[in-house]
């Protein structure tokens, strides 16, 4: 059974992880470079046009935000990495609290990495990955924008990103996804209800 993404509501926003809501119950983070897609990706998964604020700039999201979906069920939009036009101190601010954050939050399930499907496994992303494979957390790749490249090309990517994972993260998965044309959405939606109905 899915859980009913639409139901979800804007709870807090945190500029750093030690200021989270109470760490019981379960959440699921995403995260990603600023430029993937996460705010619309969160959108569309929660068919809510403007549940995480999109923006033409990336690298808007500079707080944490969760999103409650039931109860003690959260989503948490983390701030995007390695975007090039902000300053190295604000990176290293960022950098340091989704680190702390993926090390400490105990209710957390899983994370879901975004990363656009036309330059997948940015040196970001592959830290990311070796730091949650490291703390032993799930994570579920989308490769978001899928609708930007044609369906072989698409199918490629996806193929010799499931062949790097092995060495990065043994319990990755990864599937297409585009926000735009819906693709993968029902996928996308299954692992996160697996995650978060798996409370204790």
């Not at 403007?50 to 069920?73: C, D, H, W, Y």
């Not at 043994?170 to 819906?182: M, R, T, W, Y």
Request: net charge positive.
């Amino acid at each position: 059974m899915l859980l009913n993404f639409r139901q979800a509501e804007f709870l807090t926003s945190v500029p750093r992880a030690s200021l989270a809501p109470p760490d019981e119950g379960a959440e699921v983070a995403f995260a990603g470079r600023s430029n993937a897609g996460k705010s619309s990706a969160l959108n569309a998964i929660t068919g809510q046009r403007a549940l995480a604020r999109t923006s033409k700039t990336p690298g808007r999201t500079q707080q944490i935000n969760f999103f409650a979906v039931g109860e003690n069920m959260r989503l948490v939009d983390l701030p995007g990495y390695g975007y090039a036009k902000v300053p190295q101190a604000m990176k290293n601010t960022w950098q340091r609290n989704l680190s702390e954050y993926l090390h400490v939050r105990r209710s957390l399930r899983g994370l879901i990495l975004l990363m656009d499907c036309r330059h997948p496994l940015t040196d970001y992303d592959r830290e990311v990955l070796l730091w949650c494979a490291d703390v032993g957390l799930p994570v579920h790749i989308l490769l978001t924008k899928a609708d930007k490249l044609k369906r072989g090309a698409a199918a490629n990517t996806l193929l010799a990103v499931r062949k790097h994972l092995p060495e990065l993260h043994s319990e990755a998965s990864v599937q297409l996804f585009s926000a735009l044309k819906k693709t993968g959405m029902d996928e996308a939606r299954q692992v996160l209800s697996g995650w978060l109905k798996h409370h204790g």
